[in-house]
Structure formats: structure tokens, C-alpha cells
């Protein structure tokens, strides 16, 4: 290996061990709302300063920085535009990532990474060590903090659900179940998409509580039918199509594999369950699910991403047989599954 080599490997690695930075930088830039400001036009910094009540020479250098990677651009007059890379940073723009990068940028994310070691010397959850309580719980206790994570959090699945309607096809669908639904926010993209289906949505019992107003609004609560429950303990009957979207790998495979079998009951011979889950492809090919997957060993206790053999083992272990690996344009796949 030449010098020239050694010394683009260094900085190829460098770049990566300050990924940090670039990722608080995005932050501040998120939650400042920069983006927005630049719908119109291209802005000096000391407007950007003025409109979000910043300090001008500070703020310049953190637009400068993300300019270098092409996250905004400095004209030669010293104004700040928006560029392809910072278009998702914007509030409105489709498939909008603002939230998320406020999310990652909270201090509920990176001070769990404070304790990424103590995860891998013992495959405990770092986010309990340092907060001192499963991010479940912490969540329910932090209502500010809880309303970033699902901001952030629906702001992907928006995208996500999207890209599941255009994959997969459910005309003949008649009665759907969503276990652990949510909001509902695939329910309606679902039943937009086939008027003569009605939906099922499960949740906890102070979940459902928003997730009816949210479906009122849009326009679907007469096609819905609301259920709380507990998915450990059983789920309702009688669906043709059953979903978990992001479920399982919030679980360790027993737990998991409780949720399946609790799924598989209700279930009958004819019906279907889809997975919508990230899966973990083979080979060293870049993958943001491997990366995702370190996010579910920091923060939960047992979660994890899995490949498709995992996922055909534990649905195996539970009782289903799964059909195949329907991928979609998002970071999500479709895992369709029948009873054995």
C-alpha cells in the first residue's frame, strides 16, 4: 500500500471517528429551523443569527462546517442556500428528516452512547445504566423527551408506511389487524388505499386513547374498530391480515417468540401476518440496519435487527412459516408469514 493510500485510509477514518460532530452540527441546524428560513432564498448569517436569536460568528461556523459536506451552501457574498443534502432538513419537505436529526442530537441519544462499552462488556442496555430505567419507562416519565422521540419517530414511519402500500399488495384484504398499531398511521395508509377493508388497531390501553382522536381526524375512526390489550397476554381474533410493523425487535427472541405465538392463536388458517421490520443483509456491504442495530443494543434490553434466517427461525419457533422477503424502498421489509 502506497502512502498516498495509508494517508486516504486515515482520513477516510477520521472523518468517521468525528461523525459525531457532523451529527450535533446537523442538530443545531435542526433545531434552529435553518432550513426553513432558507425556503425562500438564500440568507447572510446575520438574519439566520436574528431570526433564531443565535450568536452570528457561531452560528456562521457551524453553517460553514456543514457547507463543507455540502449540507447548505456559502455563496461568494457570504450567503447561506439550501442544497439537495439540507432539502430533507426542512419541516415540510417530503419524507422530512428534521425531526430525527432532533432526536439524535438529545441528549436521551447521545448519552446512552456514553455507554456503548458497558453494553458490549455485558449486553446490558446502556441507556439503563445511565438513566437508570428502561427507555420505555423513561419515556413515560419525560413528556417532553417523549414527544421528540415520536416526532422522530413519525416522521420515519410516514415514509416507511408509504413505501410498505407501494410493495405490497392488499385487495383482497378485507379485515386488518394492527398489533401494537400505534397511532395508526399504516392503518389509514392501508385503508385509504382499499376502501372495502375495516382495521383492528391494538394497543396499550393509554395509547389507544390518542390513537382513536388521530384516526378521527383522519377521516377513518368509523372503519376502525379500538382494542386494548396487552400483545404478551393475546391479541384479537378474527383478522385475514395481521401486522406488526417495528415490533419484534424492540424484544429478545422469547419475548418475541410470546408475541408471535400470542399472534398465531388468533390467527386463522387462511390468514397472514406481515413483519415490517429492518433486516440485516449478509456480506460487508454497507447497511444502515447494522448501524440501527447497535441503536437497539444501547437502548433496549434484548431488542435487536435481525437477518433473514433469524427471522425465519423465530417465526418458525412460534408456530409460522415464513412466505418470503418483499424488500421496499425505505429501510423496512416486508416479512410475510402463514401458519404452519
Not at 429551523?33 to 438564500?42: C, F, K, S
Request: glycine share 8%; net charge negative; charged share 20%.
Amino acid at each position: 500500500m502506497t502512502n498516498v493510500q495509508v494517508g486516504s485510509s486515515r482520513m477516510a477514518l477520521l472523518h468517521m471517528m468525528t461523525g459525531c460532530w457532523v451529527s450535533q452540527a446537523l442538530y443545531v441546524a435542526a433545531k434552529l429551523g435553518v432550513a426553513d428560513l432558507l425556503r425562500e432564498g438564500p440568507q447572510s448569517c446575520t438574519m439566520l443569527a436574528a431570526a433564531t436569536q443565535t450568536h452570528a460568528g457561531a452560528l456562521y461556523r457551524v453553517l460553514r462546517a456543514l457547507a463543507s459536506l455540502n449540507i447548505f451552501s456559502e455563496g461568494k457574498d457570504g450567503h447561506f442556500s439550501l442544497t439537495p443534502l439540507a432539502e430533507p432538513l426542512r419541516t415540510d419537505a417530503p419524507g422530512s428528516l428534521r425531526a430525527f436529526a432532533i432526536m439524535l442530537g438529545e441528549q436521551e441519544h447521545w448519552r446512552a452512547w456514553e455507554g456503548a462499552l458497558h453494553s458490549v462488556k455485558t449486553g446490558e442496555p446502556a441507556f439503563e445504566q445511565v438513566f437508570g430505567m428502561p427507555h420505555f419507562r423513561y419515556f413515560a416519565e419525560h413528556p417532553e423527551a417523549a414527544r421528540i422521540f415520536d416526532d422522530a419517530m413519525t416522521s420515519r414511519s410516514s415514509q416507511e408506511n408509504e413505501a410498505v402500500v407501494a410493495a405490497y399488495e392488499f385487495a383482497d384484504t378485507r379485515t386488518v389487524v394492527d398489533v401494537g398499531g400505534g397511532q395508526g398511521t399504516l392503518m389509514a395508509s392501508i385503508l385509504q388505499v382499499q376502501p372495502n377493508a375495516r382495521g383492528v388497531l391494538f394497543d396499550l390501553p393509554h395509547v389507544i386513547a390518542t390513537s382513536r382522536t388521530r384516526m378521527a381526524s383522519a377521516g377513518y375512526a368509523a372503519r376502525c374498530e379500538f382494542v386494548a390489550g396487552d400483545f404478551f397476554a393475546s391479541v384479537p381474533g378474527g383478522g385475514d391480515l395481521y401486522l406488526l410493523k417495528k415490533i419484534i425487535h424492540d424484544w429478545d427472541d422469547e419475548r418475541a417468540r410470546l408475541i408471535l405465538a400470542n399472534i398465531r392463536k388468533a390467527m386463522s388458517s387462511t390468514a397472514r401476518l406481515l413483519l415490517i421490520e429492518p433486516v440485516i443483509p449478509p456480506g460487508n456491504d454497507p447497511s444502515f440496519n447494522k448501524l440501527l442495530d447497535l441503536l437497539m443494543l444501547i437502548w433496549t434490553s434484548g431488542g435487536r435487527e435481525r437477518t433473514e434466517s433469524e427471522h425465519r427461525a423465530l417465526l418458525a419457533s412460534a408456530g409460522l412459516n415464513l412466505n418470503h422477503v418483499i424488500p421496499t424502498r425505505s429501510g423496512v421489509s416486508i416479512i410475510e408469514a402463514v401458519s404452519i
